[in-house]
């Protein structure tokens, strides 16, 4: 079993940065690959950037790329993702979820976070 806990969420102004993190629980949260998610109100759950357990390897959606970072401490059991340039259309809520393929749907992870509010203004 893990458990998922986001945090770092908030509102900033277009073209700000916020960092997120996946603090993950149990010792095997190091051996499964993690993604982090969006939903916007009225929408579907969309990935947004996701990493192997080894860390090795990273994959990003197109609206993210250039912008979005994604790395993990596994010795920490603590994903990451740094946003940069942030658009009003990157508001939504974000989450994380462990167990999946990367990059992946959000019906094929099995883990997941409440998630964290993050809000870009014009």
């Known amino acids: 079993q893990v458990q998922l806990v986001e945090s770092g969420g908030g509102v900033v102004q277009a073209g700000g940065s916020l960092r997120l993190s996946c603090a993950g629980s149990?010792?095997?949260?190091?051996?499964?690959?993690v993604g982090w998610f969006r939903q916007a109100p009225g929408q579907e759950r969309e990935f947004v950037a996701g990493?192997?357990?080894?860390?090795?390897?990273?994959n990003y959606a197109d609206s993210v790329k250039g912008r979005f970072t994604i790395s993990r401490d596994n010795a920490m059991n603590t994903v990451y993702l740094q946003m940069n340039n942030l658009k009003p259309e990157d508001t939504s809520i974000y989450y994380c979820?462990?167990?999946?393929?990367?990059?992946?749907?959000?019906?094929?992870?099995?883990?997941w976070g409440r998630g964290t509010q993050v809000t870009v203004s014009p």
């Open positions: 979820a462990a167990g999946g393929p990367v990059p992946g749907r959000a019906r094929e992870y099995v883990y």
């Open positions: 149990g010792r095997t949260f190091s051996g499964y690959n």
């Open positions: 990493i192997l357990w080894s860390g090795g390897r990273t």
